[in-house]
């Protein structure tokens, strides 16, 4: 079993709809919880970062943090077709060696 | 301020070559890490530097593998000699603490 499952889709919606993306996780130490985008050919981009449980909104984004359940979730609210990338959740125990999902493809669909 | 950048972007090289490849972090950033995502398997952790020091190698495939960073600035990675298993995108990233990481865009290795 990996540390990390996610679902590498792909996953297409129409524009302007909700967004969910989640991971689950099996190592309790994990308290570090990041979410990435990725566009092709260009590094990950450090979307959403949170600590231990709890949610966060920044904008159109908010990450879910449950812990209790091993599960973590993103929600992307009114979707462009900008937002069509892969994303990545991450994950780690120290902060420093993040473990990786294998990041689900997007498409938003104009 | 300038992000993470690498170098070369990417490079094609022949099995038994050696390739050394290059991350300038962010300026005032301690940590550097470096990182590899080959064909088809999620990004997996390589090493960690704090300032020119290695906190943390268990992620290194290989003795084939050397990481340096020296003066606590950029940091190089060599595998000498490659191998086909070697190919995929190497990414560096650093944070100015142990949480945040900031990516660079990757170097692209082939070995042929």
């Known amino acids: 079993q990996k540390e990390v499952e996610q679902d590498p889709g792909p996953l297409s919606v129409p524009e302007g709809a909700i967004v969910s993306l989640n991971c689950t996780y099996s190592?309790?130490?994990?308290?570090?919880f990041m979410w990435y985008r990725q566009y092709s050919r260009k590094g990950p981009e450090l979307l959403m970062y949170t600590y231990s449980s709890g949610n966060k909104e920044d904008g159109r984004f908010t990450a879910q943090v449950d812990k209790s359940s091993k599960y973590i979730s993103l929600f992307i609210r009114d979707s462009q077709p900008s937002d069509s990338a892969t994303y990545l959740c991450?994950?780690?125990?120290?902060?420093?060696?993040?473990?990786f999902g294998a990041g689900t493809r997007l498409t938003v669909k104009p | 301020e300038a992000g993470v950048t690498q170098f070369p972007s990417h490079s094609v090289i022949e099995k038994g070559q050696t390739v050394t490849l290059r991350c300038d972090p962010i300026?005032?950033?301690?940590?550097l890490y470096w990182y590899r995502r080959v064909m088809g398997k999620e990004i997996k952790f390589l090493l960690h530097f704090v300032k020119e020091s290695k906190q943390d190698e268990s992620g290194m495939p290989n003795n084939r593998f050397l990481a340096e960073r020296t003066g606590g600035t950029y940091s190089t990675l060599k595998v000498q000699p490659a191998e086909l298993e070697d190919s995929g995108v190497y990414f560096c990233a650093s944070s100015p603490s142990s949480d945040t990481q900031y990516f660079g865009p990757g170097t692209r290795l082939t070995v042929t």
């Open positions: 991450a994950m780690s125990a120290s902060g420093n060696d993040m473990r």
């Open positions: 300026s005032g950033h301690d940590n």
């Open positions: 190592n309790s130490a994990f308290q570090y």
